[in-house]
């Protein structure tokens, strides 16, 4: 009798260890036959028109990320609202890795700026990596009789609300670069609002338009040529490809910093080995073949972690709200 229950007992452990053997082993095979990220085509949303800085990044980098992740990789531009509809429309995509952002300083912006904003970029959206970022550059037209930031504090001072400057549009960066001068300086000038940079750069070389605050390198190619005149840029440093310009800082208006930076993001929840998949794929390619090309045009590749990307993104929130609650600008 003894020996018979004995023996059950060993079958029944037998019985159990074999079904335990045999889950483990059905895990492990799923694990290993699970399709790796990629498995189709990636959407690469951009948040302003064909063209500018973000958008040459954005392409570049996505022509060759298609050939590395073995996937093709589509830019989806959707411009209007500051960014938002390209924002809003990431944020309700499925949080797979299929839907890319091209992160960009409205994103810490706008919160402040709009009065209703349909999604929290800190909350609703994942970081991967920061990609690049550049000085903006103060320029004047031509046609105003001032060639130095002081020149145009004491001419803006003896004139008050004479002089204009344009951007690409309310609350972008060159109108709240504008702003911040502006209130820095302690000068009275009139922003006027365009629908995009390419408008506001034609008034300014035609005398319409005074002053300008836009990244450098938009406007590299008209300073080169003297179609404006380049008058500081807004990084506390020198920047290399405008070597003669001094830095805003050093020429009269302490402690001015600005840049305009543009980023990868993805929606919040998209697995943590699917941001490090796009990781590891992005900053290779800027930090490798990209570098040289980028850095050509003024611009400094970062390929930081989503870590410090994520820092970043939260300084700068804080730093903006400053600017936008001392501007006044509110959009509704």
């Known amino acids: 009798m003894a020996s018979t229950l004995h023996r059950k007992g060993l079958d029944t452990a037998a019985l159990t260890f074999g079904c335990l053997a045999l889950s483990a082993s059905m895990q492990v095979g799923a694990q290993v036959g699970a399709p790796a990220f990629p498995t189709k085509p990636i959407r690469w949303v951009a948040p302003f028109a064909p063209g500018g800085t973000s958008d040459i990044v954005a392409r570049a980098v996505a022509q060759r990320l298609s050939a590395t992740l073995g996937q093709q990789v589509v830019i989806d531009n959707r411009a209007g609202a500051g960014g938002n509809i390209a924002a809003d429309l990431v944020v309700r995509a499925p949080a797979d890795g299929y839907t890319l952002l091209t992160g960009f300083p409205g994103l810490a912006i706008n919160p402040s700026l709009y009065a209703k904003l349909t999604y929290d970029p800190l909350k609703d959206l994942a970081p991967v990596t920061l990609m690049t970022s550049a000085p903006l550059v103060l320029v004047s037209s ?115 910093e600005v840049s305009t930076w543009n980023g990868v993001m993805v929606p919040a929840g998209t697995p943590a080995s699917v941001i490090a998949r796009l990781h590891t794929e992005v900053a290779g390619l800027l930090k490798g073949e990209l570098r040289k090309s980028l850095e050509e045009q003024a611009l400094t590749v970062i390929a930081n972690t989503p870590e410090e990307f994520g820092a970043f993104l939260r300084a700068e929130t804080t730093k903006w709200a400053a600017v936008v609650k001392a501007s006044g600008a509110r959009i509704q």
């Open 142 to 256: 031509p046609t105003i009789p001032v060639k130095t930031v002081s020149e145009l504090v004491a001419l803006a001072v003896a004139k008050p609300g004479t002089l204009n400057f344009c951007s690409a549009g309310n609350g972008t960066s060159s109108h709240l670069a504008g702003e911040l001068f502006k209130s820095m300086a302690k000068i009275d000038i009139v922003h006027v609002p365009y629908k995009g940079s390419v408008e506001c750069m034609a008034d300014l070389m035609g005398g319409r338009i005074s002053l300008m605050v836009n990244p450098l390198p938009e406007m590299l190619p008209m300073i080169k040529s003297n179609k404006l005149r380049g008058m500081a840029v807004s990084s506390l440093q020198r920047a290399p490809s405008v070597p003669d310009l001094p830095a805003v800082t050093d020429a009269g208006v302490k402690g001015y």
